[in-house]
C-alpha cells in the first residue's frame, strides 16, 4: 500500500496524457494510456502508478479461463517471407493448427513464443516483431506477446538448441568463455547480447544451459560451459546478471536456466531429444554435484528453470520425464531448494509432430501411453507453469471443467507469468523501434568485443618446436581446407590447390561426429557419437600431415579423441567458434591463445564407454586435462636468450 501511495502522489501532479505506440506502417494504438491516478476509468493493470502484484490481481480477475490458459503455452513462431507474420496452414476444422499467428494469439490466447530461425535483419526483424505484437493488441485484454529465443550469439545452428548468429554480433561459445575464465568478460558477453536482444523485440532468453559435460559424447555440450561445476557456476551469475541486471525491469531479458536437475549425464550420451535417449543416469550417486550450477543461478537471481526431457533411471526419483516428475519439480527444486520463480517445460512433451518429414514423437519418457490429457495434468501437478513447444490451452481448460486441476492452480502460475511481463515493462512499451534496432545490433564497438573474445579463447594444445606463431615471408605457399583464401592472400601469401604444392598448411577442421544421415537427429544438426575421426578421415588427414608441415585448429564442441592429429600436425588448436580472420590472427601472432581447456579432452572413444556419465574427470589417460593451454613464447625465449 505504500508504494501505492507514494506513486499516487507523482502521478496526480501530471496531467492525463495518452501514450501511443506507432507500428511500421504508421498506425497508432492507444495501448497503454498513462493517465492521472484520479481516473477511475483507467484499469487498475493499465496503470503504471500501481504496484505490479495490484496490476496482476487486477489483470487476472478480468481474464476467462481460457485466456488464463493461453498464458500457459510457449510455442514456436517463424518469421514469414519478407519479414511478414506467417500465418501458416489455418484451417479451423483441423484439430491443431500450429503455425497459424491468428489462431494461436486471437483464438486461443497465447502470448509467449520462441523465434526459431535467423534474423538476418535487425531493422527487419523489429519490424516483424512489431507486426506481431499488433495481433495481441487487437485482442481484449491487450496482453503484449514475450519473445523468447535460444541462443543466437554463437556460431553453432541446432535445430532444437542454437541459432545461427545472423545480424547478431557472434561471440565464442559458452565453452570458450569458460576457456578464458573471466567472469567480466561474461557478463559483457551477455550484457551486449540483451541489448541487442530488446533492441529487436527479444524479451526471454531460454538460457543459459549449464549442463555439467561429464557425457563427453553428448551432443549438446557445445552450448555447456564446462565438466566442472565451480567453474560453470561462477561463469553463469555473471551470464545471469548480465542479461537481467540485478533486479528484472524495462531494459532486461529474463533468463531460462537449464536444464534442471543436469541434463549431461545422459545414458551413453544419446541426446533425450530422440527416443534412443530418453534415459539419464548416476552410477556415480554425483546428482549433487550437478546442481552446483543451479544453486548459484538462485543466488544470481535466476527467474526462470526447464527441467530437460530425460527420465531417471536407477534412482530413487519415478521414471518419468523431469517435467512430469513431482519429485524433482516440486519436492526437489522447489521445496528442498526453495526456487520460486518459474518453471516451463521442454518443448513439445505432449504432441507428435512431424519435423523436416521426419515423424517427432512426443518427448514423454515414461508417459508414452498415457493421453494427451493425462500428460498435460501431470506437467502442471508436477510443479511447472509453463508448456512449452504446445499450443494446446485446449488441454488445460478441459482439464478443470472436468475437475482434475482447479482454476487456483492454474492462477498460480499466470500470476508468475504475468508478472514478469510488467517487470519487463511490455504493458508500458510493447513496441520497438527498427530504426534504433539497426544501429545497435552488431555495432562497430560490440563486434570489436567479441572478435577479440574469438581471438583470445583460441586454445593452443600443441606447439612443436614453438612454430607459431608463423613468421612467413611473402609469397610463401599455403594450403589450407576450410579458411577464406581471400583473406590468406591479403596477407601476401600465395593458396595453392594440393599440399604437395605448399610449404605449409592450414586445416581448419570441423570436429569428429556420427552424421547420422537421413535420419531425425541427423536432420536436426545434432553432432553425436564418435569423439574419433572415422578412418578413412584419419587416412585423408594423415596425408596432408606426411606431406607438409600443418597447423591444425579444430572446432571443439565437445571433449573429442584426437591423438592421432596432435601426434602428427606441428600444431594443433582448439576453437570454440571464431571466424577465419580470428584464426589467422592467431596463427601469424596478431593475437594471442590465451584459452585453457574447459574439460578432459580424451584418448579414444573406448575411454568414453569407460567413464560413469555423471562423475567429472574419470577418464583413462587424457590426452590433455582440464586447464590445458599453451602460450607463444616471447621472441626473447624463442631465441633461446637467458635474459627473457
Known amino acids: ?170 561471440w565464442p561459445e559458452s565453452l570458450g568463455l569458460a576457456a578464458l575464465r573471466e567472469p567480466e568478460l561474461v557478463r559483457i558477453m551477455a550484457d551486449t547480447a540483451r541489448e541487442e536482444y530488446v533492441a529487436v523485440g527479444i524479451r526471454a532468453a531460454l538460457h543459459p544451459q549449464v549442463d555439467l559435460a561429464t557425457e563427453p559424447r553428448w551432443a549438446r555440450i557445445f552450448n555447456s560451459w564446462s565438466e566442472d561445476a565451480h567453474l560453470t557456476a561462477e561463469m553463469i551469475v555473471p551470464y545471469i546478471k548480465g542479461f537481467q541486471g540485478e533486479t528484472l525491469g524495462p531494459n532486461s531479458v529474463t533468463t531460462v536456466t537449464k536444464h534442471f536437475p543436469g541434463g549431461g549425464s545422459v545414458m551413453d550420451g544419446h541426446d533425450t531429444h530422440f527416443d534412443y535417449g530418453k534415459n539419464a543416469t548416476f552410477p556415480g550417486n554425483n546428482l549433487d554435484y550437478h546442481l552446483i550450477p543451479f544453486r548459484a543461478a538462485f543466488e544470481a537471481g535466476a527467474r526462470q528453470i526447464m527441467p530437460y526431457y530425460s527420465r531417471p533411471i536407477g534412482t530413487e526419483f519415478e521414471p518419468i520425464g523431469f517435467a512430469f516428475n513431482r519429485q524433482i519439480v516440486t519436492e526437489l527444486l522447489r ?25 517427432f514423437p512426443a518427448r514423454a519418457w515414461g508417459m508414452e501411453d498415457q493421453s494427451d490429457e493425462n500428460r498435460a495434468f501431470r506437467i502442471v501437478d508436477a510443479g511447472c507453469d509453463q508448456l512449452g513447444g504446445e499450443e494446446r490451452p485446449e488441454l488445460l481448460v478441459e482439464l478443470v471443467n472436468a475437475g482434475r486441476l482447479t482454476e487456483e492452480r492454474i492462477d498460480i502460475s499466470v500470476r508468475k507469468l504475468l508478472k514478469e511481463k510488467f517487470l519487463l515493462g511490455l504493458f508500458e512499451k510493447p513496441f520497438v523501434d527498427p530504426e534504433y534496432a539497426a544501429e545497435v545490433v552488431r555495432n562497430p564497438y560490440f563486434r570489436k568485443l567479441a572478435e577479440t573474445a574469438q581471438r583470445r579463447s583460441y586454445t593452443l594444445l600443441s606447439n612443436k618446436g614453438d612454430v607459431l606463431p608463423l613468421n612467413l615471408e611473402s609469397g610463401t605457399r599455403i594450403y589450407s ?164
Open 481 to 644: 581446407e576450410n579458411v577464406n583464401i581471400t583473406l590468406i592472400e591479403a596477407r601476401g601469401f600465395v593458396s595453392v590447390q594440393t599440399p604437395e604444392e605448399a610449404e605449409i598448411a592450414l586445416l581448419r577442421l570441423p570436429p569428429p561426429y556420427n552424421p547420422m544421415n537421413g535420419t531425425l537427429t541427423g536432420f536436426m544438426g545434432f553432432r553425436t557419437g564418435t569423439l574419433e575421426y572415422y578412418d578413412d578421415e584419419k587416412a585423408r588427414q594423415a596425408a596432408v600431415y606426411n606431406t607438409v608441415p600443418t597447423v591444425v585448429d579444430i572446432y571443439t564442441n565437445r571433449p573429442i579423441a584426437i591423438p592421432e592429429v596432435v601426434e602428427q600436425a606441428e600444431a594443433v588448436f582448439a576453437s570454440f567458434g571464431a571466424t577465419d580472420e580470428a584464426f589467422l590472427d592467431v596463427v601469424f601472432g596478431v593475437a594471442q591463445p590465451e584459452g585453457k581447456l574447459p574439460f578432459d579432452m580424451l584418448r579414444s572413444n573406448e575411454a568414453a564407454e569407460g567413464q560413469m556419465e555423471d562423475v567429472p574427470f574419470d577418464t583413462r589417460d587424457p590426452v590433455f586435462k582440464f586447464g590445458h593451454g599453451l602460450r607463444y613464447k616471447s621472441p626473447c625465449e624463442r631465441r633461446g636468450g637467458n635474459r627473457c
Open 335 to 359: 521445496e528442498e531448494m526453495g526456487f520460486e520463480g518459474i518453471v516451463v517445460s521442454d518443448w513439445g512433451l505432449i504432441t507428435d509432430v512431424v519435423t523436416g518429414g521426419y515423424p
Open 1 to 170: 500500500m505504500y508504494c501505492l501511495i507514494v506513486l499516487a502522489l507523482v502521478t496526480l501532479s501530471i496531467s492525463s496524457t495518452t501514450s501511443t505506440a506507432e507500428t511500421q506502417d504508421g498506425r497508432r494504438f492507444a495501448v497503454l494510456p498513462r493517465q492521472s491516478a484520479a481516473n477511475s476509468s483507467l484499469p487498475i493493470y493499465k496503470d503504471p502508478s500501481y504496484c505490479v502484484d495490484e496490476r496482476v490481481e487486477d489483470l487476472l480477475s478480468r481474464m476467462t479461463l481460457e485466456e488464463k490458459c493461453g498464458q500457459m503455452f510457449h510455442m514456436h513462431m517463424r518469421i514469414g517471407a519478407n519479414y511478414t507474420v506467417d500465418e501458416g496452414n489455418y484451417d479451423p476444422d483441423a484439430p491443431r493448427n500450429w503455425n497459424s499467428t491468428n489462431n494461436m494469439v486471437i483464438d486461443k490466447h497465447m502470448t509467449h513464443f520462441n523465434l526459431l530461425g535467423e534474423i538476418g535483419d535487425a531493422r527487419q526483424g523489429a519490424a516483424w516483431f512489431n507486426l506481431l505484437q499488433e495481433r495481441a493488441m487487437s485482442t481484449r485484454l491487450q496482453i503484449p506477446i514475450t519473445l523468447s529465443t535460444d541462443p543466437r550469439h554463437h556460431q553453432a545452428n541446432t535445430i532444437g538448441a542454437s541459432v545461427s548468429p545472423g545480424a547478431f554480433t557472434m
